[in-house]
């Protein structure tokens, strides 16, 4: 076995046992990498001797009594990180290099972790099939005919196709959890607040949140160690004491209480989906856990409630690129007016400028409380429902997606029907709670299928708990795609 198939545990343990070193990791990493990348395009950036020389000082500098110091994680292309470009996936940050560190990267690198290279994304993270790139599609690694999920479909792919260890993406309405799904993956949604903004590149402020993808349960918990905490450069930064996520990490659900939401296993939804849920309802109850049926009753109003309150944001947080400060400027204008026309016009992608259109629109005078103010008060009323149901529940169980990984080009010419694939997702982030991506079976076509567990603020305990617990009794993290390179 080449060790970029072992979990980052797996590794840490060859190291204790001075079995390995973390060259050895990298090495391995990007001898995957350059197998793999040219067929699948996870990276935007990347640089071989830069991650060796970062290693190799971590190494002499005696940072090894971090526990995962050494393995490198691959970033999503929004999170600032000086000596790469952070591009966002756009023509309009194409030469942008950040005059400093996301703090989840200054977190990183305190613990010994050097950046992998910055991962491929829909452009500044709008879209669900990661097919909205400056840089070309990322292609499933299960399917290379089909799409990643979005927006943080390198991440995922990273993941899937043994090219990272361990990632870091971006979740505003489900760009963590989605893709994991589409890829088989783990993929961590923390509690709004529990994991620094600074230095991430903003599409909605009030829902973005950075959380890991990896290849199992403990890995993830290992990762939110690393990059959780308070920053007191976030202004949205909850002050919480430091945990250790391990601790959660229990194969026990005796007395967990799980609510399904009828509304998420209604009409819409694939029925091998349906059927992988109900299966993974089963092990847990034979497991101890119990289940019952409950209704979150707003759920049909959480896509539009979600689409108004990110594009208005999205359209405040970029009028920043005007082709002035920094970024893509057009060469030919006559006037400030049109300097800047243009370089929108030029710069921004086809699903960025939709969604700044809709942002303003709803924003402007007349409509925001049409629109806009209505949206944020649905946005209460769908917290209010959470916290109703998980007054009752340790956690609310169902699928991640309606359907598995799409063909690329199926939804691109129809955004709605893409946005729709959101529905399960976008009510964590409405609310800012925590949510995970497991698989939890595969369809006809040997296509992923992921289960999400959401749960209350700051709880991210009891989804590491039950969501372990699962895992080690399934064997479907363990199933790995067929690129020609690993075992089927």
Known sequence: ???????????AELKKKKEINSRDVAESLFKRINQVNPKINIFNDYDES????????????????SYLSGIPFGIKDNMCTMGYKTTCSSKILENFESPYNATVIENLKQNGNPVLGKLNMDEFAMGGSNENSYFGDTKNPWDLSRVTGGSSGGSAASIASDCSIISLGSDTGGSIRQPAAFCGVVGLKPTYGLVSRYGLVAFASSLDQIGPLTKDVTDAALALNIISGYDEKD??????????????????????????????????????????????????????????????????YAIPAYYIISSAEASSNLARYDGVKYGYRTKNYSDLLDLYKKSRSEGFGKEVKRRIML??????????DAYYNK???????IKRDFDNALDKYDVILGPTTPTTAYKLG???????????????????????????????????????????????????????????????????????????????
């Open 410 to 488: 199926a939804k691109i010419d129809n955004p709605l029907e893409m946005y729709l694939g959101d529905i399960y997702t976008v009510s964590a982030n409405i609310a800012g709670l925590p949510g995970i991506n497991i698989p939890c079976g595969f369809d006809k076509d040997n296509m992923p299928i992921g289960m999400q567990l959401i749960s209350k603020p700051l709880a991210e305990n009891k989804i590491l708990r039950v969501a372990y617990t699962f895992e080690q009794n399934t064997l479907f993290h363990i199933k790995k795609p067929n690129l020609g390179e690993t075992k089927k």
């Open 50 to 65: 830069k991650v060796l020389k970062e290693i190799d000082k971590v190494e002499s500098e005696d940072r090894n009594k």
């Open 375 to 381: 949206a944020l008060k649905v946005r209460t009323l």
């Open 235 to 300: 202004s949205t930064s909850l002050k919480t004491k430091k945990q250790d996520y391990t601790k959660a990490l229990i194969n026990d659900v005796k007395g967990i209480k799980i609510g399904v939401p009828k509304e998420y296993l209604s009409e819409g939804v694939n029925e091998e989906v349906k059927k992988a849920i109900f299966s993974a309802l089963d092990v847990l109850e034979k497991l101890g856990a119990s289940w019952e049926e409950i209704s979150i009753p707003l759920t049909e």
């Open 359 to 368: 942002g303003t629109y709803a924003l402007s005078s007349g409509y925001y």
């Open 1 to 11: 076995m080449e060790l970029y198939e072992l979990t980052a545990h797996e590794l």
